[in-house]
């Protein structure tokens, strides 16, 4: 079975520092995502890679960015975390037209 | 964009019980997915079913592609079918999946 790691399960940052996610995945898989999901609206997606090196922005990238350097791995990063991106935050991976994987979650807060 | 709406928003039934849940989107898709998602948060895939129908156990899913429609089946109903459940979709060639925004089923001993 493929499996999705998420670094943390739970997360506590102060407003201002910068945070860094890590998720990894294990199947050589080409795409990875990263999504947050906050009651009332859904999931939504922050950021997706195709490739290494290679990033898109999905539809709600402001205050985010991403790093992928290797296939397994990729990255979130909150440059300057605010109270507004606590959150629960969702990595999956997929291989070509089969469905996703996703990680465990990590639930930030930041105060 | 696309619009993915799920139905029923709630749904509350004894075990045992069957129960269909709904998705219905506005344009044609190449990639639609169901995934449950645990009281503990995690969420697992259930089928990837951009047409036709597939059966895995309990649960079974069947998708109209040109009617815009899918549907998820669940018979005989346990209490750890409880939980919400998503419907996803994209368009070939694009990754990025749309999500509904999900049917929450308890199941009642």
């Known amino acids: 079975d493929v499996k999705v790691t998420q670094s943390s399960r739970y997360l506590v940052k102060r407003t201002g520092e910068k945070v860094f996610l890590e998720c990894v995945q294990d199947m050589d898989h080409e795409n990875m995502f990263w999504y947050r999901q906050d009651p009332g609206l859904g999931l939504r997606l922050i950021y997706f890679?195709?490739?290494?090196?290679?990033?898109e922005k999905g539809d709600i990238p402001e205050g985010y960015s991403v790093s992928r350097e290797k296939k397994e791995r990729f990255s979130l990063i909150l440059e300057s975390a605010s109270t507004n991106q606590t959150s629960m935050y969702l990595c999956?991976?997929?291989?070509?037209?089969?469905?996703?994987?996703f990680g465990s979650g990590t639930r930030l807060t930041v105060v | 964009g696309i619009q993915v709406e799920q139905s029923p928003p709630d749904l509350i039934l004894q075990e045992g019980a069957n129960s269909t849940l709904r998705c219905n989107f506005s344009d044609s898709v190449n990639n639609l997915q169901w995934f449950h998602q645990n009281p503990w948060g995690q969420l697992i895939n259930l089928f990837y079913i951009p047409s036709g129908t597939k059966q895995n156990g309990r649960l079974s899913a069947t998708t109209v592609a040109t009617e815009r429609y899918s549907l998820l089946y669940i018979s005989s109903s346990q209490t750890t079918d409880s939980g919400v459940y998503f419907c996803?979709?994209?368009?070939?060639?694009?990754?990025?999946?749309?999500f509904g925004t999900g049917t929450r089923l308890t199941i009642i001993p």
């Open positions: 996803a979709v994209g368009y070939f060639g694009n990754e990025k999946l749309t």
């Open positions: 890679s195709y490739d290494v090196k290679m990033k």
């Open positions: 999956a991976s997929q291989e070509q037209t089969y469905g996703y994987t």
